[in-house]
């Protein structure tokens, strides 16, 4: 479907409200903006990383598009594939960094979503545009793309992307805005970023046989190369491994060596700049660990090494047959068969692992091992902030016997255990417990407050952990699948949910979504605030190059409004154009209040019910008094008529007898 270009948002928004849309009740201020296009074969949508923007590409007669917001560019006979979210790898064998795709589209949006951009053709040259302007043009080739990679810079200042050159078949050069910045280099290296995402690195190889490496750093040549190079947290050093056939491996900081050894496997930053490595001492049969340069007793034998949160405290784990076993902080710790997952609490203050010995498994926390179990079923996971710590274990081969452990606090045993979760301050838990092959319990900080099926169903706490909400039936009765929160019990009738999509960042409110029918639309999904359909969107599937799951098409703003985005509904339509819905919550809006007022309507509602009953009950009396009294009548007029009768008769009778008196 096409909209005539005198189609506005307001104009939508009236139409919607035309055809008995509802929109938000007061607590929520909704406006609505059209972001694209109706959908149609080979329109693609691309979702912004933040800020809710719409790019899509679509066909314009026998051209094709990029539009953004709803706002069209230049016309383009094809648009090209050469952007994507992407992730830096290192090669095992190499320790060179690499690029790979979570995914592959055509637009490219810069992380805060304010700038985009893309490559196309026009005849027979390719172009690269950014925000609409042209930037970088180039001959077309069927045999090989000439733009690759089009990417953003983590701080969305510059625009990076690889431009073919002619040294050999696969050579580049590195393009920031348009401009080279590199030297030819040879296949597809990643490049590397500090954290602030100001400076960069790359570390590449030349074009032809040599193959020699070679490695930029912020557009320098930087007169070394150095593998799996990175920068240190504050991004002034950049610390690498050197090596050269013949000679041992150099841990080099800014190039210049801090220790060498006959092999460097792996290099490790903490958060305080402190850099460890995992190296082969030269004469030495094994690995062991080196930390700032300096080798550290107990740990021949390291696989690998972790720095706490906040780069003070480390780890190392190590494996020398037929024992394994963890070093912290520079004190080995007992020895097991085995040890694996080293994690450290997000405030830094625990030290957490996995350890087996014979038929058991042991969850160690800071070198006490708890009592063991046949098996650990959920890996032991740390809340968001502090150190509380869940997990989830079988304590043998039955399977009634599987239990939730809350730190060191076993729970109640079931047939399983599904979606075991921690508030953020770990503070509070909930999950659901299988008590059969048909039914489970849901469990809220220890007390089973609900019924859900086997497979349990989706939960989630709010980021300040004072509310909890889920899936689930109430304990008594047959009502079906309802919102629990907070204690309380939403009906279908009251807020129909088939997916409970979470809460905002400030903890006010909790999204949801269902699935309706209405005539003349057909399905299509209502989203809900607090209980307030804030938004309904279309059904039907989209093309999305990023995403398409109705989880990830909304987001929270700093103003404490939210964004959605999704297919405008329009009757007799099977696509409506891509529309985004911006929500702005009264000041009074927030959870408790809906629960209080949902409490105020059930209470309504029951004294209008007895109000109801009783009326009906008053005018059932009155109603027999009516008929009482009209019973009285008509057997008092009954009585007044056979008197009536009889007088009637016994005058007629006194009459015939004064009659024949006479004669």
């Not at 079906?480 to 939403?490: A, H, I, P, Q």
């Not at 938004?535 to 990023?546: D, L």
Request: overall charge positive.
């Amino acid at each position: 479907m096409r909209l005539p270009a005198s189609f506005t948002p307001s104009l939508l928004c009236t139409a919607l409200a035309l055809v008995g849309i509802p929109l938000a009740a007061a607590p929520y201020a909704v406006e609505e903006t059209i972001v694209g296009p109706a959908w149609e074969q080979g329109t693609v949508y691309t979702l912004s990383p933040t800020g809710m923007r719409v790019a899509s590409v679509h066909a314009k007669g026998s051209r094709f598009v990029v539009s953004v917001d709803g706002v069209e560019g230049p016309a383009f006979d094809e648009i090209f594939k050469t952007t994507g979210e992407l992730e830096l790898r290192y090669d095992p064998a190499t320790l060179r960094p690499v690029l790979a795709y979570k995914w592959q589209g055509a637009v490219a949006f810069s992380p805060d979503g304010k700038r985009h951009a893309y490559t196309a053709r026009l005849g027979k040259e390719v172009v690269v545009m950014l925000d609409n302007r042209e930037i970088h043009r180039a001959p077309y080739s069927a045999s090989f793309a000439p733009v690759t990679h089009l990417f953003f810079g983590p701080d969305g200042r510059q625009l990076f992307f690889y431009a073919r050159t002619t040294d050999t078949f696969e050579s580049h050069v590195l393009m920031i805005d348009g401009k080279p910045v590199t030297a030819p280099f040879a296949g597809n290296p990643a490049p590397v970023f500090s954290a602030d995402g100001k400076r960069w690195l790359l570390l590449a190889a030349k074009p032809g046989a040599s193959g020699e490496l070679f490695l930029v750093i912020d557009g320098k040549d930087a007169g070394y190369a150095g593998l799996r190079p990175a920068f240190t947290p504050d991004g002034r050093r950049v610390v690498s491994i050197g090596r050269n056939p013949g000679q041992p491996d150099a841990l080099l900081i800014d190039g210049k060596p801090q220790f060498t050894a006959a092999q460097i496997d792996s290099v490790t930053i903490g958060a305080t700049g402190d850099i460890a490595a995992i190296a082969l001492p030269a004469g030495a049969a094994k690995k062991q660990l080196y930390l700032n340069g300096k080798p550290v007793p107990d740990t021949v034998g390291a696989t690998g090494m972790t720095f706490s949160p906040d780069g003070k405290r480390w780890a190392a784990w190590c494996f020398d047959a037929p024992a394994s076993w963890v070093v912290v902080d520079g004190k080995k710790q007992q020895e097991y068969a085995r040890v694996m997952d080293v994690a450290f609490s997000p405030d830094s203050t625990r030290l957490l692992y996995l350890a087996e010995s014979g038929v058991k498994r042991f969850v160690v926390v800071d070198g006490v091992e708890d009592q063991g179990a046949a098996n650990i079923l959920t890996k032991p996971f740390f809340a968001r902030t502090g150190n509380r710590y869940a997990y989830a274990v079988a304590d043998s081969g039955s399977m009634d016997s599987r239990r939730a452990v809350i730190g060191n606090e076993r729970q109640a045993t079931g047939r399983m255990i599904q979606n075991l979760q921690l508030s953020a301050d770990g503070s509070r838990h909930a999950y659901y417990r299988a008590i059969d092959a048909l039914a489970s319990r849901l469990v809220i900080d220890g007390q089973e407050v609900g019924v859900e099926n086997a497979e349990g169903s989706q939960l989630h706490f709010s980021p300040d952990g004072r509310h909890v909400a889920a899936l689930a039936r109430p304990p008594a009765g047959n009502q079906g699948r309802s919102l629990y929160l907070d204690g309380e019990y939403f009906s279908s009738r009251e807020v129909p949910v088939n997916v409970l999509m979470g809460f905002t960042p400030d903890s006010r409110h909790v999204l949801t979504v269902s699935n309706e029918n209405r005539p003349g639309f057909g399905a299509y999904q209502s989203y809900r605030m607090n209980g307030h359909v804030i938004a309904e969107f279309g059904n039907r599937g989209v093309s999305w190059a990023n995403t398409g799951g109705s989880h990830r098409l909304w987001e929270a703003q700093p103003d404490g409004s939210v964004l959605l985005v999704g297919t405008a509904l329009v009757e007799g339509q099977p696509n409506g154009p891509m529309k985004r819905v911006r929500v702005v919550p009264s000041a009074a809006a927030g959870i408790p209040g809906w629960i209080a007022e949902t409490r105020a309507a059930r209470e309504r509602q029951v004294a209008e019910a007895a109000a109801a009953k009783a009326q009906a009950e008053a005018d059932r009396l009155a109603a027999a008094e009516a008929r009482r009294l009209q019973q009285e009548a008509a057997a008092a007029a009954r009585a007044k008529a056979r008197e009536d009768a009889a007088a009637e008769r016994k005058r007629k009778q006194e009459e015939a007898a004064a009659a024949k008196a006479k004669k």
